[in-house]
């Protein structure tokens, strides 16, 4: 399984980026998908996720308002739209997604970069 994160960039205090990830294999289905991120010298955080049953979605409390997660299940797909950004969400953003199976293996993308500047 693989998970292919794309959508970082640099971007100025009140804009706007939108992240987009995909976890391919050729039988993975998944139970959800998130986001997290980790700012340099700080411990990685959970950002915002999506279950696919009911559609619940969880957001940090420092993201809610700004940011909307959204996504695609049969497409292993997720997004997370992120407004009014701010410098401290400066991070490495992750997308994970947790299988459909007994075991419920949580699978990492390679991260992607966001840069806010001030």
């Known amino acids: 399984v693989q998970l292919q994160a794309s959508g970082g960039g640099l971007v100025q205090a009140g804009g706007s980026l939108r992240l987009s990830c995909v976890a391919s294999g050729r039988t993975f289905t998944s139970i959800g998908m998130g986001w997290f991120r980790q700012a340099p010298g700080k411990e990685r955080e959970p950002v915002a996720a999506i279950t696919w049953s009911g559609g619940t979605t969880y957001y940090a409390d420092s993201v809610k308002g700004r940011f909307t997660i959204s996504g695609d299940n049969s497409k292993n797909t997720v997004y997370l739209q992120m407004n009014s950004l701010k410098p401290e969400d400066t991070a490495v953003y992750y997308c994970?997604?947790?299988?459909?199976?007994?075991?419920?293996?949580?699978?990492w993308g390679q991260g992607t970069l966001v840069t806010v500047s001030s």
């Open positions: 994970a997604a947790r299988s459909n199976t007994r075991t419920r293996d949580d699978y």
